[in-house]
Protein backbone atom coordinates (compact mmCIF):
# COMPACT_ATOMS: atom_id res chain seq x y z
CA UNK A 1 0.00 0.00 0.00
CA UNK A 2 1.51 3.13 -1.25
CA UNK A 3 1.82 6.01 1.23
CA UNK A 4 -0.63 8.68 1.78
CA UNK A 5 0.87 11.96 -0.34
CA UNK A 6 1.34 14.92 2.31
CA UNK A 7 -1.16 16.94 0.35
CA UNK A 8 -3.52 14.36 0.45
CA UNK A 9 -3.62 14.09 3.84
CA UNK A 10 -6.66 15.40 5.90
CA UNK A 11 -6.02 18.66 7.29
CA UNK A 12 -7.24 19.94 11.34
CA UNK A 13 -10.52 19.59 11.57
CA UNK A 14 -11.17 17.89 8.02
CA UNK A 15 -14.14 15.63 7.96
CA UNK A 16 -12.74 11.94 8.54
CA UNK A 17 -11.97 9.45 5.80
CA UNK A 18 -13.79 6.06 5.69
CA UNK A 19 -10.94 4.76 7.64
CA UNK A 20 -11.42 6.77 10.69
CA UNK A 21 -14.84 7.26 10.72
CA UNK A 22 -16.49 5.59 14.00
CA UNK A 23 -19.42 4.13 12.35
CA UNK A 24 -20.38 2.02 15.99
CA UNK A 25 -21.53 4.92 18.38
CA UNK A 26 -21.05 7.84 15.80
CA UNK A 27 -22.13 10.41 18.14
CA UNK A 28 -18.99 9.37 20.26
CA UNK A 29 -16.79 9.76 17.53
CA UNK A 30 -14.18 13.37 17.25
CA UNK A 31 -12.04 14.22 14.40
CA UNK A 32 -10.56 17.79 15.05
CA UNK A 33 -7.19 17.62 15.18
CA UNK A 34 -7.40 19.83 18.78
CA UNK A 35 -9.26 16.97 20.38
CA UNK A 36 -7.06 14.06 19.66
CA UNK A 37 -4.57 15.94 20.44
CA UNK A 38 -6.00 16.62 23.77
CA UNK A 39 -6.11 12.87 24.31
CA UNK A 40 -2.95 12.46 23.20
CA UNK A 41 -1.79 14.81 25.36
CA UNK A 42 -3.43 13.58 28.60
CA UNK A 43 -1.70 10.01 27.95
CA UNK A 44 2.17 8.64 27.71
CA UNK A 45 1.34 5.10 26.91
CA UNK A 46 -0.62 3.47 23.96
CA UNK A 47 -0.45 0.27 21.89
CA UNK A 48 1.56 0.83 18.71
CA UNK A 49 -0.06 -2.14 16.18
CA UNK A 50 1.29 -3.17 13.24
CA UNK A 51 1.84 -6.16 11.08
CA UNK A 52 4.90 -8.16 10.37
CA UNK A 53 4.80 -11.09 7.63
CA UNK A 54 1.09 -10.66 8.00
CA UNK A 55 1.02 -11.41 11.95
CA UNK A 56 -0.01 -8.65 13.97
CA UNK A 57 1.42 -7.34 16.76
CA UNK A 58 0.14 -4.54 19.26
CA UNK A 59 3.15 -3.33 21.14
CA UNK A 60 2.43 -1.25 24.65
CA UNK A 61 5.07 1.98 24.01
CA UNK A 62 5.72 5.35 25.52
CA UNK A 63 5.07 8.51 22.89
CA UNK A 64 5.31 11.76 23.53
CA UNK A 65 3.20 14.42 20.52
CA UNK A 66 5.31 16.89 18.46
CA UNK A 67 3.17 18.80 16.28
CA UNK A 68 2.27 16.45 13.77
CA UNK A 69 4.37 13.51 14.78
CA UNK A 70 4.54 11.15 17.38
CA UNK A 71 7.93 10.22 19.04
CA UNK A 72 8.50 6.83 20.12
CA UNK A 73 11.78 5.47 21.20
CA UNK A 74 13.02 1.72 21.54
CA UNK A 75 16.80 -0.17 21.62
CA UNK A 76 18.51 -0.18 18.53
CA UNK A 77 18.57 -4.35 19.15
CA UNK A 78 14.51 -3.84 19.11
CA UNK A 79 12.62 -5.12 15.96
CA UNK A 80 10.36 -2.56 16.14
CA UNK A 81 12.10 0.56 14.47
CA UNK A 82 14.20 -1.82 11.87
CA UNK A 83 10.76 -3.15 10.81
CA UNK A 84 8.32 -0.30 10.74
CA UNK A 85 10.46 2.35 9.49
CA UNK A 86 9.17 3.19 5.94
CA UNK A 87 6.42 2.78 4.14
CA UNK A 88 4.56 0.35 6.52
CA UNK A 89 0.98 1.53 8.06
CA UNK A 90 1.20 1.68 11.19
CA UNK A 91 -1.77 2.20 13.91
CA UNK A 92 -1.29 3.73 16.92
CA UNK A 93 -3.86 3.77 20.18
CA UNK A 94 -4.12 5.83 23.20
CA UNK A 95 -6.95 4.71 25.66
CA UNK A 96 -7.91 6.91 28.90
CA UNK A 97 -10.56 4.75 31.34
CA UNK A 98 -12.25 7.47 33.07
CA UNK A 99 -14.69 4.99 34.86
CA UNK A 100 -16.83 1.96 35.40
CA UNK A 101 -19.96 2.44 34.41
CA UNK A 102 -22.28 -0.49 36.42
CA UNK A 103 -26.04 -0.61 34.53
CA UNK A 104 -28.62 -2.49 36.18
CA UNK A 105 -28.57 -4.99 33.46
CA UNK A 106 -25.02 -7.39 32.89
CA UNK A 107 -25.80 -6.20 29.34
CA UNK A 108 -25.99 -2.64 29.92
CA UNK A 109 -22.22 -2.54 31.91
CA UNK A 110 -20.36 -0.04 29.76
CA UNK A 111 -16.55 2.42 30.58
CA UNK A 112 -15.94 6.01 30.19
CA UNK A 113 -13.14 6.23 28.36
CA UNK A 114 -11.35 8.90 26.24
CA UNK A 115 -9.36 6.99 23.01
CA UNK A 116 -7.42 8.07 19.95
CA UNK A 117 -6.46 6.08 17.07
CA UNK A 118 -3.76 7.02 14.99
CA UNK A 119 -2.61 6.49 11.40
CA UNK A 120 0.51 6.97 9.33
CA UNK A 121 3.72 6.03 8.83
CA UNK A 122 7.51 6.86 10.74
CA UNK A 123 10.57 7.70 9.95
CA UNK A 124 13.68 7.04 12.39
CA UNK A 125 15.01 9.87 13.81
CA UNK A 126 18.93 9.93 12.79
CA UNK A 127 19.96 13.52 13.33
CA UNK A 128 21.69 14.09 16.86
CA UNK A 129 19.84 17.47 17.53
CA UNK A 130 16.62 16.02 16.45
CA UNK A 131 17.23 13.09 18.83
CA UNK A 132 17.76 14.55 22.26
CA UNK A 133 15.54 16.94 21.29
CA UNK A 134 12.76 14.00 21.44
CA UNK A 135 14.36 12.31 24.09
CA UNK A 136 13.87 15.45 26.41
CA UNK A 137 10.27 16.00 24.91
CA UNK A 138 9.17 12.01 26.05
CA UNK A 139 10.80 12.31 29.43
CA UNK A 140 9.47 15.89 30.18
CA UNK A 141 6.03 14.56 29.00
CA UNK A 142 5.93 11.82 31.40
CA UNK A 143 7.63 13.77 34.64
CA UNK A 144 7.53 17.71 33.56
CA UNK A 145 10.61 18.96 34.80
CA UNK A 146 13.02 16.17 34.85
CA UNK A 147 15.03 16.38 31.78
CA UNK A 148 16.79 19.56 33.29
CA UNK A 149 17.53 17.49 36.38
CA UNK A 150 18.70 14.01 35.29
CA UNK A 151 22.00 13.36 32.82
CA UNK A 152 21.38 13.79 29.29
CA UNK A 153 22.11 10.82 27.08
CA UNK A 154 25.92 10.23 26.20
CA UNK A 155 26.71 9.32 22.56
CA UNK A 156 27.45 5.47 23.53
CA UNK A 157 23.17 5.77 24.86
CA UNK A 158 22.11 7.90 21.83
CA UNK A 159 23.41 5.37 19.28
CA UNK A 160 22.12 2.41 21.23
CA UNK A 161 18.19 4.11 21.37
CA UNK A 162 15.87 4.50 18.15
CA UNK A 163 13.96 7.13 17.83
CA UNK A 164 11.43 7.24 15.36
CA UNK A 165 8.84 9.93 14.29
CA UNK A 166 5.19 8.52 13.39
CA UNK A 167 3.60 11.14 11.40
CA UNK A 168 -0.06 11.52 11.86
CA UNK A 169 -1.79 10.79 8.75
CA UNK A 170 -5.04 10.64 10.04
CA UNK A 171 -6.76 10.34 13.40
CA UNK A 172 -9.80 9.79 15.35
CA UNK A 173 -10.90 10.01 18.75
CA UNK A 174 -14.01 8.37 20.72
CA UNK A 175 -15.42 9.62 24.13
CA UNK A 176 -18.28 7.82 26.30
CA UNK A 177 -19.25 9.86 29.28
CA UNK A 178 -22.02 9.69 31.45
CA UNK A 179 -23.54 7.07 33.77
CA UNK A 180 -25.27 3.66 32.85
CA UNK A 181 -27.84 3.55 30.08
CA UNK A 182 -30.82 0.96 31.10
CA UNK A 183 -33.91 -0.52 29.63
CA UNK A 184 -36.66 1.08 31.38
CA UNK A 185 -38.06 -2.00 32.94
CA UNK A 186 -34.78 -2.50 34.35
CA UNK A 187 -35.32 1.00 36.26
CA UNK A 188 -37.25 -0.38 38.98
CA UNK A 189 -35.25 -3.42 39.68
CA UNK A 190 -33.27 -2.92 43.34
CA UNK A 191 -29.71 -3.01 42.03
CA UNK A 192 -27.16 -0.54 42.40
CA UNK A 193 -26.43 1.51 39.10
CA UNK A 194 -23.64 4.53 38.66
CA UNK A 195 -20.79 5.18 37.53
CA UNK A 196 -17.33 4.24 40.04
CA UNK A 197 -14.46 6.77 38.33
CA UNK A 198 -10.91 5.40 37.25
CA UNK A 199 -8.28 7.39 36.90
CA UNK A 200 -4.23 6.79 36.45
CA UNK A 201 -2.66 8.21 39.86
CA UNK A 202 0.86 8.78 40.88
CA UNK A 203 1.62 7.13 44.91
CA UNK A 204 3.97 8.22 47.46
CA UNK A 205 7.48 8.15 45.55
CA UNK A 206 10.08 5.39 47.24
CA UNK A 207 14.00 7.32 47.44
CA UNK A 208 16.48 4.85 45.91
CA UNK A 209 18.39 3.58 48.84
CA UNK A 210 21.51 5.25 47.61
CA UNK A 211 19.65 8.47 46.19
CA UNK A 212 21.79 11.75 47.08
CA UNK A 213 19.00 14.11 46.89
CA UNK A 214 15.72 14.81 48.10
CA UNK A 215 12.64 13.95 46.21
CA UNK A 216 12.37 16.74 44.06
CA UNK A 217 10.15 19.43 43.86
CA UNK A 218 8.42 18.55 39.97
CA UNK A 219 8.00 14.53 41.39
CA UNK A 220 5.75 15.83 44.03
CA UNK A 221 3.91 18.02 41.76
CA UNK A 222 3.45 14.78 39.46
CA UNK A 223 2.22 13.46 42.78
CA UNK A 224 -0.57 16.33 42.69
CA UNK A 225 -1.40 16.33 39.29
C1 LIG B 1 -11.40 1.02 27.30
C2 LIG B 1 -12.26 0.59 26.14
C3 LIG B 1 -12.91 -0.61 26.17
C4 LIG B 1 -13.71 -1.03 25.13
N1 LIG B 1 -14.27 -2.26 25.18
C5 LIG B 1 -14.96 -2.73 24.13
C6 LIG B 1 -15.46 -4.06 24.13
O1 LIG B 1 -15.26 -4.81 25.07
N2 LIG B 1 -16.13 -4.47 23.05
C7 LIG B 1 -16.33 -3.66 21.98
O2 LIG B 1 -16.95 -4.09 20.99
N3 LIG B 1 -15.86 -2.39 21.94
C8 LIG B 1 -15.18 -1.92 22.99
N4 LIG B 1 -14.68 -0.64 22.96
C9 LIG B 1 -14.96 0.18 21.79
C10 LIG B 1 -13.98 -0.17 20.66
O3 LIG B 1 -12.81 0.60 20.82
C11 LIG B 1 -14.56 0.10 19.28
O4 LIG B 1 -14.95 1.45 19.19
C12 LIG B 1 -15.73 -0.80 18.96
O5 LIG B 1 -15.42 -2.17 19.21
C13 LIG B 1 -16.15 -0.68 17.51
O6 LIG B 1 -15.11 -1.23 16.72
P1 LIG B 1 -15.27 -1.23 15.14
O7 LIG B 1 -13.97 -1.66 14.53
O8 LIG B 1 -16.51 -1.98 14.77
O9 LIG B 1 -15.47 0.32 14.97
P2 LIG B 1 -15.82 1.23 13.80
O10 LIG B 1 -16.73 2.26 14.34
O11 LIG B 1 -16.22 0.48 12.58
O12 LIG B 1 -14.38 1.88 13.54
C14 LIG B 1 -14.14 2.70 12.43
C15 LIG B 1 -13.06 3.67 12.76
O13 LIG B 1 -13.51 4.47 13.86
C16 LIG B 1 -12.40 4.81 14.68
N5 LIG B 1 -12.61 4.24 16.04
C17 LIG B 1 -13.33 3.15 16.40
N6 LIG B 1 -13.23 2.95 17.72
C18 LIG B 1 -12.44 3.91 18.20
C19 LIG B 1 -11.96 4.23 19.48
N7 LIG B 1 -12.30 3.50 20.57
N8 LIG B 1 -11.15 5.30 19.64
C20 LIG B 1 -10.80 6.06 18.59
N9 LIG B 1 -11.22 5.80 17.33
C21 LIG B 1 -12.03 4.75 17.14
C22 LIG B 1 -11.18 4.17 14.06
O14 LIG B 1 -10.51 5.12 13.26
C23 LIG B 1 -11.76 3.05 13.24
O15 LIG B 1 -10.91 2.67 12.20
C24 LIG B 1 -13.88 -0.19 24.00
C25 LIG B 1 -13.24 1.04 23.96
C26 LIG B 1 -12.42 1.44 25.00
C27 LIG B 1 -11.70 2.74 24.91
New binding site residues.
Partial sequence: MAATKASERPRRGSA?SA????????ER?LYEREQVDAILDAGFYGHLAFALDGQPYAMPMLYVRDGDELFLHGSVKGRFAREIVGDVPLCF?V?L?DGLVLARSAFNHS?N?R???V?GRAHAVTDRARKLRAMDLLVDHIIPGRTSDARQADAGELKATEIIALEIEE????V?SGGPVDKRKDMQMPIWAGVLPLALVAGEPVSDEQARAPVPEYVKRRLRA
Wanted: proline share 8%.
Fill in positions: PRTRVARHPGTTIVYSAVLASAKR
